[in-house]
Structures are given as structure tokens and as C-alpha cells.
């Protein structure tokens, strides 16, 4: 049974991250167009830093001056100013509280700031990235979609975005926060007794060996969660995008036993970078025991081992505060670092897709392509999809303008590819030139050739929106007069009427709710409406009953009025008319000529159409 390794990303390198530094550089650039939002930031960070920082204190200054008090011990400078010397325990410690309580308010609101800026910031950031992810997959050529599902590039516009904008949004402020009061308190704790201090700073070198060690570990670990919630994107995509089939086949059972397979390693790459951070945080945990119980014996014994005592009870008590909220960041950077191992793993997929080069792109000196005739020329045109493996080789023909060619031949002889050539969705290799009217394709700008090409495929794809916006599609500033014109030139303006809200009636994805032959005839207006020099129809008629064929046909020649026009046929009875007939087999062109040539000539062309012909006087017998 196929498992979660069929499905393609843009790279195999799971176990080779990209550098954490360089990812994190060009994350923090997206910062910069909010520097002003960013320096109120800091001001608020620093602010709230210094009010926690003051809370441990005035505690240690409560304990020593007004509920221990001893004679021999001055008060603080900045208390004298504020209290007389005769002033009353009890009142000096209502005042002493009421800073405390002031601290805490001011530090609540400076807190409540820095989040909402940075959800500000967060929230247009995701928007950026999210806007140049969906850019990028619209740039890139078709030959990067052959390569790469659908569903893993939704999960890179979607998924991780999300983990960047849950950092952003205020893991950023909680680890900058963190990482100034751990400065703060080691500046606190220095000032205030350096000797307790080392005691504390004692288990430092334990917990750098311990972060590393764990973090070496959940970096490769949150790369495969990103990896595998992507294959899990992917797996739903396209059991949605094919639930007909599914249902058709009875494949209910066996596709739900590979998603839960695909599922599963998403489940255990989750649990395994989960188990590693969870170990973390409990290491810890009693590391700072550890480190309170260095301070509470070393405090003790400064305090009765000397005469007089080298600590006070006060400054034991806020040194115990201290250690308390040191590790408490360190815990909490544990927890966010387990949000910025995800969040980096996201970032290296999305600059991943970002950095991609598409295949086809214009070149530097590209011109735009005035109005054409819709004279086409193929010269010696040769292309492969995969090395020493040619799909079309050397085919050679010219379409004078407003000429009708016809492209024949068994499936997969390469009559698709030759049209998809011309419209630069794969380009070709020089020695071979595609020209129209004289112009290298590839010496123009793909919009300037794409806007003169008009396309209309076998699998038509209608947009979620309004029919008049599907065939409005083909020409934006089109008016709802040439809209409805485009329509009737098609033949669909009949049944549109008759939905139940005629052109402003919402289709559904990808238009199921009108049936195979409606939703052509809204392309065929579509393309009508753009109003094209060169009009590509390729098996246009090939999946609809006869009678919607007919319809099909007749709004067809008035589309190939005036046009030059590349019709690749499934259905020889429809390509009779065409100037030219052009029949490729293994690769190659084999017979060209009119319908009536080619069938004098007896050759391939021949003995397909007489195939058609004895399975239609076949059907007519049944």
C-alpha cells in the first residue's frame, strides 16, 4: 500500500535544515517596515521589565524596614525621601504596599501594550507572507505543479503561515520580555548581594549543557511535524478533489487506510518533538529547585555564620524571589521555544517554495507583443519532460492567419504538449523556434502572448462566483451587454436564462451544478469574450452527448471566424473544414493535408476516422 512517502515536496532534505540563523534574519527583515510600532514596543518591554524587577525588591524592603526591622539598618535613600524618620511601621509598610501595587498595575498596562502592537504587527506580517506565498505559486510554471501537489502547497500558504503568526503575534514580545527581565535579574541580584548571586548563577552551565542538547534534538523534529502535516494536506486535497471517483470505485475504505497512514506519521512526528520538549521543561523544573535550595542554605548560612550576618532575612527572601522568577523565563523560553523550533521548520518551508526560480520567465530585453495577425509558425520544435525522452521531435508547420489546423493523432503522441508549447507553459530548446507573426515567443512577455492566445480545454474549470463572472473571466472590463453578446455568440445564453437566476447565479466548485456541455459553452463564451488573434481548443467536444456537440459546434465556428485556430480532435467528424490536418504518431508529423487528401491517402489518418465512423454506424444499430 502506498504510504506517505508518494507524496512530493519541493525537496527531500528532511534531515538537513536550513541554517537557524539565516532563516531567522530574513524572518526579523519582515519586522522593519514597523520600526515606529517597534520602538513603542521596546519602550513598553523595558518599562514592564523594570517595574517586575522592582517588585522583589520592595518586598526585600517591606521584610527588613517594617516587618523585621532592626535598629542598625538604614533605609533605602529614595524611602527616606518619601517617608519621615519617625513615621510608623504600619504606615510605612501601607506606603511600601502601595508602590508595590502601583508597580504591578503599571507593569499590567505597559504588558497589555506590547501584545496588542505586536498582534498589529503579527496580524500584517501574516498578510505579507501569505500574499508572496500566493504570488509565488502563481508565477511558477506548470512544469514545478507536475513536480508537487496541491495539497502541500496549501499547507504552506495555510499551516505555516499560521505557526509564524502565533510566534509573531506575541511569542516574539514574550521571548524578548523574558530575555530582558533575565538581565534585569541578574543585574538585580548582583547589586543586591553578589555573593548569593554566584550561588544562584552556580547552575547556569548545567542548563546551556542541557538546551543544547535538547535543542539539537527538536530541530530536526519540528522540521518532520511541517513535513508530514504537509503530506496530510496533501492526502485530503486530493481525496476531495476526486471523491466521485472514490465513490465510483469503492475506494472508501482503502483510502481512509492511507490517510490514517499518512496521519499517523504526522501523529508520531508530533509526538516525538513533543516527548523532547516535555522532557525539557521537567529537567528544568528541577534545576530550579535545585538553585533554591543553593540559595536558601548558602543564605542561611551567610546570615548565622557571620558577625554581623553577611545577609539579611530581607534580602534572602528577595533573593528567593529572585531565582523563583530567573527560571520561571527560562521555563517560559522553554515553552516558546518549542513555538520558534516550529515556527523556523515553517519559515525554511515557505522560503523554500519563495526561492524556487520559475521555469519560464521573460527575458531581460522581452518586448511586449503588438496586435497579431495570427500567423504560427513551428520550426524544427522538439521537447521533453524528462531527459533522453522526447515527446514531440522536429515537427515542422505554419498556420497563415485565420487559418483552421487540426492536430490528430493516437493519445499521448504529443498534440497537447505542441499547444502547450505555444502558449510558453513549457518552453522549448533552441535549436527549436515557435513564431507568431515572426516574433520569437520567447522574446516577448508572457502577459503581451498569453492575452492574444485563447484557450478553451476538454476540462473546463469554472470559478466559485457568478456565471457572468466565470465568463466575464476572459476580459475583466468587459460590460455585462458584452457578457451576455458572448454568451448567445456561444450558445449558452439559452440555458443561462433558465437558471435560476439567469447570469448572477452562483456556481458551485468548479461549477458542478451544470453539467459537462453547459460548463463548456460558459468556456467557449469566455474565450469568445476575450476576443483572441489565436484560439486553441483542445478536444473541446470530446466528453458531451451529440446534441449538446451540435450546440458545442455551431457557437465553435463562430469562435474560428476570422482566427487563426489550433484544434487538437478526438472526434474527426468536426475537424472536416479545417485547412489543415496534421497528424503526429510517435512523436513525429506522419501526414498532413485537407480531410479529403488524407483520406484519398488511405494512411493513419484514414483508418482512424473509418474506425470512428464503424463505432458511431456501430451505436446507430444498437
Same mark, same amino acid.
Given at each position: ?20 540563523? +539565516? ?56 524611602l @527616606? ?16 504596599m ?18 496588542? #502592537? ?7 506580517i ?31 500558504l &495555510?499551516?505555516?503561515?499560521?505557526v509564524i503568526?502565533?510566534?509573531?503575534n506575541g511569542g516574539?514580545?514574550?521571548?524578548l ?40 534534538r527538536?530541530?530536526?523534529?519540528f ?21 466521485? !471517483? ?8 482503502? =483510502? ?11 501523529? *508520531?512526528? =508530533? ?9 525539557? /521543561?521537567?529537567?528544568?523544573?528541577v534545576? /530550579?529547585?535545585?538553585?533554591l ?10 546570615? #548565622? ?12 527572601? @528577595?533573593? %528567593? ?23 523556523i ?6 522560503f $523554500? ?17 503588438p ?14 519532460? !524528462? ?34 508549447? #505555444? &502558449?510558453?507553459?513549457? *518552453? ?18 508572457? !502577459?503581451?502572448?498569453?492575452?492574444q ?13 457568478? &456565471?457572468? !463572472?466565470?465568463?466575464?473571466?476572459g476580459? #475583466? ?10 454568451? +448567445? %455568440?456561444a450558445?449558452a ?8 437566476e439567469g ?27 476575450a476576443?483572441?488573434r ?10 458531451? *452527448?451529440?446534441?449538446? $456537440? ?14 487563426t485556430? %489550433? ?8 475537424i ?27 494512411g ?17 444499430? $444498437?
Amino acid at each position: 500500500m502506498p504510504g506517505p512517502t508518494r507524496h512530493r515536496g519541493l525537496s527531500d532534505k528532511q534531515d538537513r535544515p536550513a541554517d537557524t540563523g +539565516k532563516t531567522l534574519r530574513r524572518l526579523l527583515g519582515y519586522f522593519v517596515p514597523f520600526r515606529a510600532f517597534l520602538w513603542i514596543v521596546g519602550i513598553l518591554l523595558v518599562l514592564s521589565t523594570l517595574l517586575k524587577m522592582a517588585a522583589p525588591y520592595l518586598t526585600g524592603v517591606a521584610v527588613d524596614h517594617f516587618i523585621a526591622s532592626t535598629p542598625d539598618r538604614s533605609p533605602p535613600a529614595w524611602l @527616606a525621601w518619601i517617608l519621615p524618620p519617625d513615621t510608623a511601621r504600619t504606615t510605612g509598610l501601607t506606603v511600601t504596599m502601595i508602590i508595590l501595587l502601583a508597580a504591578h498595575l503599571l507593569d499590567f498596562g505597559a504588558t497589555s501594550g506590547q501584545f496588542y #502592537l505586536m498582534a498589529i504587527i503579527g496580524q500584517r506580517i501574516l498578510l505579507t507572507l501569505r500574499t508572496q506565498v500566493f504570488q509565488q505559486i502563481q508565477t511558477l510554471s506548470l512544469r514545478f505543479f507536475d513536480q508537487h501537489e496541491a495539497g502541500d502547497l496549501m499547507s504552506r500558504l &495555510v499551516n505555516d503561515t499560521e505557526v509564524i503568526s502565533q510566534v509573531f503575534n506575541g511569542g516574539i514580545i514574550r521571548l524578548l520580555g523574558m530575555s530582558l527581565s533575565l538581565v534585569g535579574i541578574l543585574v538585580s541580584m548582583l547589586s543586591l548581594n553578589w555573593r548569593l548571586a554566584l550561588a544562584s548563577f552556580s547552575i547556569l552551565p548545567v542548563i546551556a549543557v542541557v538546551t543544547v542538547a535538547f535543542s539539537r534534538r527538536a530541530r530536526r523534529a519540528f522540521r518532520r511535524t511541517r513535513e508530514t502535516i504537509g503530506q496530510v494536506s496533501a492526502e485530503l486535497q486530493e481525496n476531495i478533489a476526486a471523491v466521485r !471517483e472514490v465513490q465510483a470505485f469503492s475506494r472508501v475504505r482503502e =483510502n481512509l487506510a492511507e490517510f490514517q497512514e499518512v496521519n499517523a506519521a504526522n501523529r *508520531d512526528a =508530533n509526538i516525538q518533538a513533543q516527548s523532547i520538549m516535555s522532557a525539557f /521543561s521537567p529537567a528544568l523544573d528541577v534545576l /530550579s529547585t535545585v538553585a533554591l535550595a543553593v540559595v536558601a542554605g548558602y543564605g542561611g548560612y551567610l546570615a #548565622l555564620r557571620f558577625t554581623p550576618p553577611l545577609v539579611s532575612v530581607g534580602e534572602i527572601v @528577595a533573593f %528567593l524571589l529572585y531565582v523563583r522568577r530567573f527560571y520561571e523565563p527560562v521555563r517560559m523560553i522553554a515553552g516558546l521555544y518549542t513555538q520558534l523550533q516550529s515556527a523556523i521548520a515553517g519559515a525554511e518551508r515557505i522560503f $523554500e517554495l519563495l526561492d524556487t526560480p520559475p521555469a519560464i520567465v521573460d527575458a531581460p530585453d522581452a518586448i511586449v507583443l503588438p496586435p497579431v495577425q495570427g500567423h504560427v509558425e513551428f520550426d524544427h520544435v522538439s521537447f521533453e519532460y !524528462e531527459r533522453g525522452k522526447p515527446v514531440v521531435d522536429g515537427i515542422c508547420f505554419e498556420a497563415q492567419p485565420g487559418q483552421t489546423i487540426a492536430l490528430v493523432g493516437p493519445t499521448g503522441a504529443g498534440k497537447t504538449t505542441l499547444v502547450s508549447l #505555444l &502558449v510558453r507553459f513549457y *518552453d522549448v530548446e533552441r535549436p527549436s523556434v515557435i513564431r507568431i507573426d515572426g516574433h520569437d515567443i520567447r522574446t516577448v512577455t508572457q !502577459e503581451s502572448l498569453r492575452r492574444q492566445i485563447g484557450v478553451v480545454l476538454q476540462d473546463t474549470f469554472l470559478f466559485s462566483g457568478t &456565471v457572468l !463572472e466565470n465568463i466575464r473571466y476572459g476580459r #475583466l472590463d468587459a460590460t455585462d451587454e458584452a457578457v451576455v453578446s458572448a454568451a +448567445k %455568440l456561444a450558445n449558452a445564453d439559452q440555458f443561462i436564462t433558465r437558471l435560476p437566476e439567469g447570469y448572477q447565479t452562483l456556481l458551485g466548485e468548479r461549477g458542478h451544478n451544470l453539467s459537462q456541455g453547459q460548463r463548456q459553452m460558459i468556456s467557449i463564451a469566455r474565450a469568445v469574450l476575450a476576443q483572441p488573434r489565436v484560439l486553441i481548443l483542445d478536444e473541446a467536444t470530446s466528453s458531451v *452527448d451529440t446534441r449538446t $456537440e451540435k450546440l458545442i459546434q455551431a457557437a465553435l465556428d463562430h469562435l474560428l471566424t476570422g482566427r487563426t485556430s %489550433l484544434v487538437i480532435a478526438h472526434r474527426l467528424s468536426t475537424i472536416q473544414n479545417a485547412d489543415q490536418v496534421i497528424v503526429i504518431d510517435d512523436n513525429r508529423i506522419i501526414e498532413r493535408g485537407t480531410h479529403k487528401e488524407l483520406m484519398q491517402a488511405q494512411g493513419l489518418y484514414h483508418d482512424l476516422y473509418q474506425s470512428q465512423f464503424r463505432r458511431q454506424m456501430s451505436h446507430g444499430v $444498437e
